[in-house]
C-alpha cells in the first residue's frame, strides 16, 4: 500500500504543487505514518524516518513542508508556505537512501514536486516484507511508534530476524527475435534464480503476457510448443501460464528455465511473472521487449498498475534519449494506450 493514495487521492508520482499547497492550507498534524521536514532536513534524518516508518506501518514524508509552530501546550502543527528541498533530485535522493540502509529499500517512491525556486520531495514507503532494515550511519534499528522514531527493542529485532527466512529470488530473460516476413517471432528463456543460502523448496508461478497474438510455451515432456491459456481482461487479450512445480528444490546459484515463443507486429509487450513457493512470499517481476529495438528491459515496480507502468516506460524512453540511444519510443506509448485505455484509473 502506498500512502499518497490515502492523503492526496493520487499516485504518487502524480502529486503536484497545488496539491502540496491545498494539503497544507490547513493545519497538519504528524501521525504513525505522517512525517513532515523542513527543506533543510539533514539526510541523517531522513535516514532514520525511513528505517521507522519502513520497519512499522510505512508512511508518507515530505520534505519542504512548512515550519511547524507550538501551541501553549507544545502540540506542534505544520500550515503555510513550503520550504525548498536542498536535496539534488529523487535520483541522488533514492543513492543516498539505497546506500545507507540494510537491507535496501527497493520499494520506496520518491517523487521531486516542482514548486517556486524548487522542489519539495514525497517519500512514498511501503510497509517492508523484508525487515528489519538498518540504519548504517549508526548501526541502529528504528521503529515508529506514533509520532516518534524510537529504537527498536533487541526481542523485537530478533523476532523480525526470524521472520526473515525465506530464501531470495531473482528474476531474468533472455530474448532473441526471429523475423518471419513483417512479422516478428520472440522467443524468451526465462530464468528464475536463487541468489541465497536458503533454498527455494516448491516452485510456482505465473506467466501473463501483453500485447501478443500468439504465445507457446515449450513442453520437454512431449519435446513440442504449445499454446498459453486466453484471457479476456480490461487489458485486452492476455495470454496466461500457471506452473507448479512442488517437487523441486532449488540452491544457491541454481535457475529454473522455461522457453516461450512469442508472436506480434513490431510492438513493445509487456511479461509480467509472479513466483511463490512453500518458503517464500509472492514476488512480483516485470519485463518489456522491444521487438525493433532488438532489446529487453526489466521494470522497477511494485505492480502492473496504470501508474506504475506509466512512470516505468517514461523513465526508460527519457534515459535513451538521454544518452541518444535508438528506442522505439512510440511503440513504448501505444503500448500504454493498449493496456489502459479502458482501464479504470487507479
Known amino acids: 500500500m502506498y500512502y499518497s493514495e490515502i492523503f492526496f487521492r493520487k499516485s504518487t508520482y502524480e502529486i503536484e504543487e497545488k496539491d502540496i499547497i ?136 530478533e523476532s523480525f530476524f526470524n521472520r526473515r527466512q525465506e530464501p531470495t529470488v531473482d528474476c531474468f530473460i533472455q530474448s532473441n527475435i526471429i523475423t518471419k516476413q513483417d512479422k516478428k517471432q520472440i522467443q524468451v528463456t526465462l530464468k528464475i534464480i536463487i541468489k541465497s543460502k536458503l533454498p527455494l523448496i516448491g516452485l510456482h508461478y505465473i506467466i501473463n503476457v501483453d500485447n501478443v497474438y500468439k504465445a507457446e510455451a515449450f513442453d520437454e515432456t512431449v519435446d513440442g510448443w504449445y499454446p498459453l491459456r486466453t484471457i479476456v481482461s480490461n487489458k485486452g487479450i492476455r495470454y496466461s501460464r500457471s506452473v507448479d512445480k512442488n517437487n523441486i528444490v532449488l540452491v544457491e546459484g541454481v535457475s529454473y528455465e522455461s522457453d516461450y515463443l512469442l508472436s506480434n507486429l513490431n510492438e513493445p509487450l509487456l511479461i509480467s511473472i509472479l513466483i511463490w513457493s512453500s518458503n517464500m512470499n509472492l514476488k512480483k517481476f516485470y519485463f518489456i521487449i522491444s521487438p525493433n529495438d532488438n532489446k529487453y528491459y526489466k521494470l522497477p515496480i511494485h505492480d502492473d498498475s496504470n501508474h506504475e507502468v506509466n512512470f516505468a516506460i517514461n523513465e526508460i524512453v527519457s534515459n535513451a534519449k538521454s544518452r541518444n540511444e535508438n528506442i522505439d519510443e512510440k511503440g513504448f506509448l501505444k503500448l500504454i494506450a493498449k493496456l489502459y485505455e479502458n482501464k479504470v484509473q487507479s
Open 22 to 157: 491545498d494539503f497544507f492550507a490547513q493545519n497538519q498534524e504528524e501521525t504513525s505514518v505522517l512525517e513532515f521536514k523542513s527543506g533543510d532536513v539533514a539526510l541523517e534524518k531522513i535516514y532514520r524516518e525511513v528505517t521507522a516508518l519502513h520497519n512499522s506501518q510505512g508512511g508518507l514524508i515530505i520534505i519542504g513542508s512548512p515550519r511547524p509552530t507550538k501551541d501553549k501546550n507544545g502540540k506542534e502543527t505544520f500550515q503555510g508556505s513550503l520550504t525548498r528541498s536542498i536535496h539534488r533530485h529523487k535520483d541522488w535522493l533514492y543513492q543516498k537512501i539505497s546506500s545507507n540502509i540494510s537491507p535496501v529499500p527497493t520499494e520506496l517512491r520518491i517523487h521531486d514536486v516542482s514548486i517556486e525556486n524548487g522542489i519539495v520531495q514525497i517519500i512514498d514507503i511501503p510497509k517492508s516484507n523484508n525487515p528489519p532494515h538498518q540504519c548504517l550511519n549508526d548501526g541502529i534499528y528504528y521503529l515508529r511508534f506514533e509520532t516518534e522514531t524510537r529504537y527498536a527493542p533487541h526481542g523485537l529485532v
